[in-house]
């Protein structure tokens, strides 16, 4: 069974920087495509970045050059630097793995970690 942990949420003052990591456990984890997804209060979920297999990246407009998206295989992590944060950055984060093999399998998703930027 395919699980998704995340962790390093929580309050940071705007300009500030955190990172959060999600750790993947029941699969082989460089046979997915990983992501983190965001959902603010009253909006819909958005993709921030995403990450393949082979490590070729992806961002939202909005994040461009302040987060990074980076994975390490040897321990089952993906993480998501965030930098010089602000207050629109305030949301739910979600981590997404997507298995590249067998065609049309499902997403798996993690519960979510919350990230909160005020002063």
């Known amino acids: 069974q395919v699980q998704l942990v995340e962790s390093g949420g929580g309050l940071v003052q705007p300009g500030g920087s955190l990172r959060l990591s999600c750790l993947v456990s029941g699969s082989i984890f460089s046979l997915f495509d990983m992501g983190w997804y965001r959902q603010a209060p009253g909006k819909q979920r958005e993709l921030v970045a995403s990450?393949?297999?082979?490590?070729?990246?992806n961002y939202a407009e909005s994040v461009k050059g302040r987060f990074t998206i980076s994975r390490d295989n040897t321990k089952n992590t993906v993480y998501l630097q965030m930098d010089r944060l602000n207050a629109e950055d305030t949301a739910v984060y979600y981590c997404?793995?997507?298995?590249?093999?067998?065609?049309?399998?499902?997403?798996?998703w993690g519960q979510g970690t919350q990230v909160t930027v005020s002063s």
């Open positions: 997404t793995a997507h298995p590249i093999v067998p065609p049309g399998a499902k997403d798996y």
């Open positions: 990450i393949g297999s082979g490590t070729n990246t």
